[in-house]
């Protein structure tokens, strides 16, 4: 792909525009895949969903574990020991072995439908009930709220109660400072992943992160873990497995608090915003969650509304696919991959050893050779199995791997299951419970230039302050939100779709 300035043309288009640089470049050249000379490295950029299944059926040669070893190194700061050690067998080629192989399937277990997942979301409901139950105000009188930071407080405490337990390492509130409300560690997540001298570079990122990761290692050196999920039991056991220090046992665990809490809320924000600043998709879900909602009234006249967030999963499909269509248009991550060794692509593309691979989602997702015509409109029934809505000019369906929300292929995000249940069920208590206004009397869709690039969602670059108040007719009576045992998931992906 040619660049007007010679070597930093791509740089400086990248640094101006983020990854909507990609977007440009599809639109002036439609290729379904280019080269993208950068200094001292070469990249691929692939815009075709066949040739992204094609890429996912290269697990080996065109591998993931080694790009996501070096990210996990640069940002947690880990030491030379434990990444030697990482570095074992990183890519699995001598074997089913290795500390990375083996933590990487330790996951998979806790996250997957069962009783792991199941304890992890039912402490997630109850922490975001009791959150929600704090917003009704007294006499019914409306509160006001930043809705951005709300979401970010009451989802981190919600993720991080389910996944470390009672001794919850976020329960003080300088940890959470650290990693969120000051923004110093995710603000500087970009330099601390270029590299370059990040003591200087990126001073306050890496000094909240020093501070998460003490507060980790306090957290399993008095044993905190034992208390805590299936999930974080799971990834200290293989950390001791391979002797990891517990210093970086700490530092790789603020990798795993990234993994679980920076994509989360933007996914909140997005899904309330859709759906309330869109009155026909607001009451079309009221609807059908209505149609699950059980009613109870005691002798006394109490009356009890419930509603079990299994069913939700099994019984609203319009509202999977809201969230679905939600993720279409406010994902922007990039999948990347490395190429091991010389490889011919569907028979017609030489990708050479050590280049890199990126598959910008946000290209994949804008295309209207993809999605049709409306592909720049917000369809909530766009994901439907049922109507034309999910069909393109011609007849035909998209390409399942054109919806790229979780990635897909073997690196499919193994957390989905848990972000998702814990995004919709945010979502199914709002509107269940409550209106939301803004209060500058509508609904403004912000900016999000000032997203991290290394987030997977776009994130709102300011506050939205909205005027919470309980719904007509809803005012009197109690709330009960469960989830009972089950392996039923949101099916969001087409990989975890039955056809």
């Not at 990854?19 to 440009?24: A, G, N, R």
């Not at 065109?62 to 030491?79: D, Y």
């Not at 924000?269 to 009451?283: G, K, R, S």
Request: with cysteine.
């Amino acid at each position: 792909m040619a660049q007007k300035i010679p070597l930093i043309g791509h740089i400086i288009g990248l640094l101006r525009q983020k990854l909507k640089y990609y977007v440009l470049l599809r639109q002036q050249n439609p290729l379904d895949i280019y080269t993208m000379a950068m200094p001292g490295s070469k990249l691929y950029i692939v815009n075709s969903p066949e040739l992204i299944s094609s890429i996912q059926r290269h697990s080996k040669t065109l591998a993931f574990p080694p790009i996501e070893a070096k990210f996990a190194m640069t940002v947690c700061g880990s030491s030379k020991e434990a990444n030697d050690i990482l570095n074992i067998n990183v890519n699995g080629d001598e074997g089913d072995w290795g500390y990375s192989v083996e933590f990487y399937k330790s996951l998979h277990p806790a996250l997957a439908p069962g009783v792991g997942l199941n304890s992890m979301n039912r402490i997630m409901v109850q922490n975001i009930a009791a959150s929600l139950g704090r917003l009704k105000g007294e006499n019914d009188k409306p509160i006001k709220i930043g809705l951005v930071q709300w979401l970010r407080h009451e989802i981190t405490m919600a993720t991080t109660n389910a996944v470390y337990g009672p001794m919850n390492p976020f329960k003080d509130p300088k940890v959470e400072d650290a990693f969120w409300l000051n923004r110093a560690f995710e603000s500087d997540l970009v330099m601390i992943m270029m590299n370059v001298v990040p003591s200087i570079t990126a001073r306050k990122g890496c000094s909240g992160r020093a501070l998460v990761s003490r507060a980790f290692e306090d957290y399993f050196g008095n044993k905190g873990h034992e208390l805590g999920s299936v999930l974080v039991q799971n990834r200290y056991a293989t950390s001791t497995k391979f002797k990891i220090p517990l210093t970086d046992i700490a530092r790789y665990e603020v990798g795993g608090a990234i993994a679980v809490l920076v994509n989360t809320a933007p996914a909140a924000f997005w899904m309330l915003y859709h759906t309330f600043a869109y009155p026909d998709v607001l009451n079309d879900l009221r609807r059908e969650v209505t149609t699950i909602m059980a009613l109870r009234c005691d002798n006394d006249g109490t009356v009890t509304r419930s509603l079990d967030i299994t069913s939700v999963k099994t019984n609203c499909p319009l509202l999977t696919s809201t969230f679905q269509e939600v993720l279409r248009v406010r994902t922007m991550g990039t999948s990347v991959r490395q190429v091991m060794q010389d490889t011919l692509l569907n028979d017609q593309y030489l990708l050479k050893k050590d280049s890199t691979i990126l598959m910008p989602t946000l290209v994949v997702h804008t295309d209207p050779f993809i999605w049709g015509s409306d592909v720049g409109e917000f369809n909530h029934k766009r994901f439907m199995k049922a109507g034309a809505c999910t069909k393109v000019s011609g007849g035909k369906r998209p390409n399942p791997a054109a919806f790229r929300a979780f990635g897909g292929g073997a690196t499919l995000c193994p957390g989905r299951h848990f972000a998702t249940t814990e995004v919709l069920a945010v979502v199914v208590m709002f509107i269940m419970r409550y209106e939301i206004t803004p209060l500058n009397g509508r609904w403004v869709p912000p900016t999000t230039e000032n997203s991290n690039i290394a987030a997977a969602i776009m994130e709102p670059d300011g506050e939205i302050e909205v005027e919470v108040t309980t719904r007509k007719g809803y005012e009197e009576g109690a709330w009960a939100f469960g989830l009972a045992d089950s392996e039923m998931i949101f099916a969001v992906t087409a990989e975890d779709q039955a056809d």
